[in-house]
């Protein structure tokens, strides 16, 4: 089983403020990184899905930057607001060996509250 | 609209008993995906499938079997092998990748076992 770690496990914020979020997973054999946002009541939404080492998206508010070589992404909201208040999950996908191709494997997510 | 429907949203069954659980799709994905989540966890891959007719068995295959007859189509049984099957079930489906394709989710399934 693909070993994932999101932290934190949550995280409370107060409105205007910024926050980040961490994603490690095994280095070898990378290929992909998704983020998703899980808003209560709802089904997850992609947010990003990067390949490159270095690489960096972003969406609004919400960026993210990827390092494959030591297994790790940030994801950062600008000025956080109430309606960003979701789960966030991180996941790899496939792997570059051919093993798990198509496989995606989710972390235990972060737990946003952004209080007003 | 193009998206991807799970039925029933809520699920009930008797201990001992089979159920399966509904996934389609309409927006012409060739991959599909099984998760379950419980309190306090991330989603766990159950079974995914890349073609029709073929899938593979994900983390926590164990009790559970799916079918792929149909493209738009990914049903997947909880059978009485499963140990602890009361949890959050969500489908998803993606173009066909190696891992980089963008997933789409369905609204879940909550299955209780009473």
Redesign the interface.
């Known amino acids: ?1 693909l070993n ?1 770690e ?1 932290s934190p496990q949550s995280l409370h914020v107060q409105e205007g403020d910024s926050t980040n979020f961490t994603c490690s997973f095994p280095s070898s054999n990378f ?2 990184l ?1 983020w ?1 946002r899980w808003e209560t009541a ?5 947010l990003f ?1 990067m ?1 490159l080492n270095g690489d960096e998206k972003k969406k609004g508010r919400i960026s993210a930057t990827l390092n494959t070589k030591e297994g790790y992404s940030y994801l950062y909201i600008k000025g956080s607001q109430p309606e960003d208040s979701a789960t966030y ?1 991180c ?5 570059a060996g ?1 093993t ?10 972060t737990i946003l509250t952004v209080h007003p | 609209d193009g998206g991807i429907t799970q039925s029933p949203k809520y699920l009930f069954r008797k201990e001992g008993q089979n159920v399966t659980l509904s996934c389609e799709q309409n927006l012409n994905h060739d ?1 599909m ?1 099984w ?1 379950r989540q419980d309190p ?6 159950i079974y ?1 499938s ?1 073609i029709v007719n073929d899938f ?1 068995k ?2 926590i295959a164990e009790g559970y079997s799916v079918s792929r007859e149909k493209k738009e189509s990914f049903p997947l049984t909880v059978t009485s092998a499963q140990k602890n099957p009361t949890a959050f079930y ?1 489908c ?1 489906s ?1 173009i ?13 399934t909550r299955l209780t076992v009473v």
Do not use: C, M, W
Request: glycine share 22%; no cysteine; net charge negative.
């Open positions: 089983i994932v999101q290929y992909a998704h998703y709802k089904s997850p939404e992609a899905v390949t999950l996941a790899p996908g496939g792997n051919g798990s191709y198509g496989k995606l494997t989710f972390g235990q997510g | 991959a995906y998760y306090g966890q991330g989603l766990r891959l995914y890349q593979q994900g983390d969500l998803a993606s066909l990748s190696g891992g980089d394709a963008e997933a789409f989710f369905g609204q879940g």
